[in-house]
């Protein structure tokens, strides 16, 4: 089967782990691998990368010596993710709310970049809450953190740790996208 028929499938079976009906167009994936600066960072970390889309163009920006982290909870994306072919890809089976378990037994230093597509509109604020929080104590000093959504309830969730952050849209998806981007200890 391929990465769209089984995003769709699993959308049917748990839609409120996942963010949207089909998976991300490549005018997403460009745009949230631009706004996280993936060409500069050395240690990445993806969280909720579905079938892998957004996974490919990351590696595709990535530096030949950087690392990527994806930690996916849903076990038939990962065995889909599992199956990209590069040395550089960490693929996890795991949830996020475990990062720095996961990030230590992995024995990676504090990432410089973490992109999300988990869809924090539809997880409990405490959970989300906890997550956000995770990331922010992870991040490197003025490591990104990007998120796509569809709801703008993830500003409201990052403003305590991260602060007000930037928002773009992106239209050349369904749906369309928010692009939030955010700075460690700055804009």
Known sequence: MNGRSVFFQEFLRHPLQIGSIIPSSRFLERRVVKAAGVASARTIIELGPGTGGTTRAILRAMTRHAKLLSVEINPNFHALLSSVKDERLIAHLGD?????????MYGMGAPEVVISGIPF????????SQIIETVSSV?????????????????SLCQPLLGSGQVEIELLNIPPMRVYRWEKNGT
């Open 121 to 128: 509109s539809t997880m409990s604020h405490t959970s989300g």
């Open 139 to 155: 991040l490197a000093q003025k490591g990104r953190f990007v998120v796509y959504q569809v709801s703008k309830r993830v500003a």
């Open 96 to 104: 996020a709310h475990k990062l720095k378990e996961v990030i230590h």
